[in-house]
């Protein structure tokens, strides 16, 4: 499984600290008290300060291999019996790795623990190990879980699968040809549970990255006066949104160019330093006769290490205008330093993009 690079954000590893180890060595001794809880300790602690999030949980993993008794059948039972004891949802994803690492000659075994597994964090990284081994049986298995009672386990059955997957390799079979998933989508295309809904409109937004025309058709043919899925319909397509790309636009009926005057568009403060906060400010009044569907967002410039520009579009707002009338956004913006992004001192560019159509620059610029 690909390891992404998580030093940026030190807190998160911490996950898998050493207060967490020894609470997996104390649970599974209450589970199996011939456990070497020492001796696990000892494996999965080993050179941990310069571990990853991923690289610490396979670790974990591991040592479960190599303490637990075996075998696969006897370790899986313990295994079991562990999930519901652990204190943290993203810790019991070591127990899909553990599945992911040493039970794919057990299959049946394998997709019911993983099934259960995924109720008490996710197995969705786990699952894809056996869609590259055998994606037609897999994915005959997730098309069942889609139709689970259990909203864990209905999330799994896309989630798993999504072309894309954050934190993961991505599925070049999935990415060239969506059209397996196509039974899975279609049993979650309206479902109750809006964890089950995320991950239905992430994949589609990820397959909108290669095949949006597959994406626009298979949206065309659902029902959008179910709330539900107007919703996934609604966030499948942002990236498109954001692109401007009127077959999406024409999805929310507003894939005209806008009829609107601009009055106004500023960022303020001018200038800040970092940590700081700019308000973003648009007037526009309507220039057409008739009543308009309009979707604005804004783009801001961020200025790279390099002294480039790395232009991110955020949503802002869907409106409908009538003839003449006026309408005034404001939003602030956070300008502080996350995991996915550092900032860098320079003249940041902001964009007033509405219906796909930028109609206005500002800018302000951020101090060392």
Sequence with gaps: MAEPEMET?????????????????????????????????????????????????????????????????????????????????????????????????????????????????SSEFAIRHFLLKDMPRTLAMMQNWSMDENEHVRRLSSEGCRPRLPWSFQLKQLIADPSPVTPILENLKSDPSLYARKSVANHLNDITKDHPGWVLEKLSQWDQTNIHTAWITKQALRTLIKKGDTRALHVFGASHKAEVKVETFSVTPSSLALSGAVQITAKLTSTGSTSQKLVIDYAVHYVKKTGGTSKKVFKWKELTLEPHARAELTITRPIRNFTTRVHYPGTHLVEFIVNGEVLGETAFDLDT
Excluded: C
């Design 9 to 121: 954000a030190p807190l998160l590893k911490e996950i898998f600290n050493r207060d967490r180890l020894s609470h997996f060595a104390r649970e599974i001794s209450a589970i199996h008290p011939a456990f070497d809880g020492e001796r696990f300790l000892q494996l999965a602690s080993e050179g941990l300060d310069g571990l990853s999030i991923m690289q610490r949980l396979r670790q974990v993993a591991v040592s479960f291999h190599a303490t637990l008794p075996g075998p696969y059948e006897k370790n899986i039972e313990i295994l079991w019996d562990l999930a519901p004891r652990i204190n943290h949802g993203f810790a019991s994803i070591t127990l899909p790795e553990y599945v992911a690492l040493y039970g794919q000659d057990h299959f049946d075994l394998s997709m019911r623990a993983l099934a259960f597994f995924t109720r008490f964090g």
